[in-house]
């Protein structure tokens, strides 16, 4: 089941939000190595995740985290203003139709073919989610390998300045453009969702 | 011309390519601009028994690119071998300090200068569940390159295999049938098998007996059309069935 929602991330609030902090405690602190901040020793949270921000949470029957990512507004602060600015040739966009997708996350506990499936269905998601809510544009920022994974989706994709190689990692900071044609898009480079997104999406407060 | 305004440009010149030849030609402006003489578009098997399924594209000069094909160099070529301990593009003349280089990876290489190839930077592209590639760009023997352009360079590289790979599927070839699956219990005697476990040690670990081990290592073989538990395990892995981190996770 697919969850989009916003909500104040502390206190931790329960169910589908509190996996997915879990989920990226495990994946971007124990795996990645990301000095970010965690609490309770738990739960990965940082000052992004507040009302702004919105969450598409990928969940199991149980409500068991497969995968999610974070949206934030370009109209605020948020990573790519705030911290890589120098990854964009020019100012990094900011308008009320581009958001900011960030902490992509697939669980841990999936084997690769389950990665696989619920990566897609992520990814057709946030186009769904774009188009349903007027959202022209996502921003990001990717590492090399990751970002010839995201060129592979098939949807339109553009670079906003040259990689660079910072704290030895080399980045590269991209815009991905939405529009009518990116469910096709996507199909055609065999991104297709393993559920129907539309009949289970659902709202949350 | 800035190297990012040149680089939206070849962008938008990829995403409208359509065809072999019309790749060839924008790879073969960007190659100049970035003051290189040859470049190479390539996924990392042997070409010639692929037999035109796999991604290749190349201006080298014809000598050179017939001995790489008639000796199968594709796929034990150092530059591809570097290319997969590495996620960023580097100089060949760095390969020395990524991967161990033997007397005959030294031979291809000198024998490449002699036919004209001199240093080159090679931008690695890996989609996972397909064989790995890379994008190179070299020099001509003697010519140095242009080190301030090799960002733009790694940009390029990674559209230009992904232009290829689109022009390659849509000929049907990049398209394969879904890969076996193995029931759970087949899987997790493979892992252990590939973590170099005996079936009577798996069989201490999984609580079951040893003919339940091979039984279940038979089958998964049967499965993937293997009859080699050793060839299992490199398929299971390439599919995405294991991962590396399977294996050595502690």
């Not at chain 2, 938008?12 to 190479?40: K, N």
């Not at chain 2, 590639?133 to 992904?162: K, N, R, Y």
Request: aromatic share 8%.
């Amino acid at each position: 089941m697919l969850h989009v929602m916003q909500t104040a991330a502390r206190p931790i609030p329960d169910g589908a939000l509190r996996a997915m902090f879990a989920a990226r405690k495990s994946v971007f602190v124990d795996l990645l190595k990301w000095d970010v901040p965690v609490i309770d020793g738990t739960y990965e949270v940082d000052q992004f995740d507040d009302t702004h921000a919105t969450y598409l949470v990928l969940a199991d029957g149980e409500g068991g985290h497969l995968a999610s990512a974070r949206l934030l507004p370009t109209t605020r602060p948020h990573i790519l203003d705030s911290f890589y600015g120098e990854l964009c040739e020019e100012a990094p966009p900011q308008a009320p139709d581009v958001f900011e997708i960030t902490r992509f996350c697939l669980d841990r506990g999936l084997s690769a073919r389950e990665r696989r499936t619920a990566r897609d269905t992520l990814v057709t998601a946030l186009a769904e989610h774009a188009l349903a809510h007027g959202i022209t544009a996502y921003t990001a920022i990717a590492e090399m390998p990751w970002f010839q994974q995201i060129l592979a989706f098939g949807w339109r994709c553009r670079p906003l300045g040259l990689p660079q190689v910072i704290d030895g990692t080399m980045l590269v900071a991209l815009s991905i453009e939405i529009d009518a044609d990116t469910p096709t898009q996507l199909a055609a480079a065999g991104i297709v969702p393993s559920i129907d997104i539309h009949a289970a999406a659902r709202v949350a407060a | 011309m800035g190297m990012h305004v040149m680089a939206m440009q070849f962008i938008r010149i990829v995403e409208e390519v359509r065809t072999v030849d019309d790749l060839t030609a924008a790879m073969q402006a960007v190659t100049d601009e970035l003051g290189f003489q040859y470049f190479a578009l390539t996924h990392h098997v042997d070409v010639l028994a692929a037999e035109g399924t796999a991604i290749r594209l190349h201006n080298y000069p014809d000598r050179w690119a017939d001995y790489y094909d008639r000796n199968a160099l594709g796929v034990s070529d150092p530059v591809h071998r570097a290319s997969h301990v590495t996620s960023v593009g580097f100089c060949w003349s760095r390969m020395p300090e990524m991967i161990p280089l033997t007397a005959e990876d030294r031979r291809v290489l000198a024998m490449g200068r002699e036919e004209g190839i001199g240093e080159g930077f090679t931008v690695p592209a890996n989609v996972p569940g397909e064989a790995r590639g890379s994008c190179s760009f070299a020099s001509e023997a003697g010519q140095p390159i242009v080190v301030d352009l090799l960002p733009m360079a790694q940009l390029a590289g990674a559209f230009a295999f992904e232009g290829a790979r689109r022009i390659w599927s849509d000929r049907g070839h990049l398209s394969k049938p879904p890969p076996p699956a193995l029931t759970d219990r087949q899987r997790d005697c493979l892992l252990w098998a590939a973590r170099g476990k005996t079936d009577w040690e798996i069989s201490r670990i999984l609580s079951v007996t040893e003919e339940t081990v091979a039984r279940h290592i038979k089958m998964a073989c049967a499965r993937y059309g293997v009859s080699k538990r050793t060839l299992l395990a490199i398929r299971a892995l390439f599919d995405g069935t294991l991962t590396f981190t399977d294996i050595f996770r502690r």
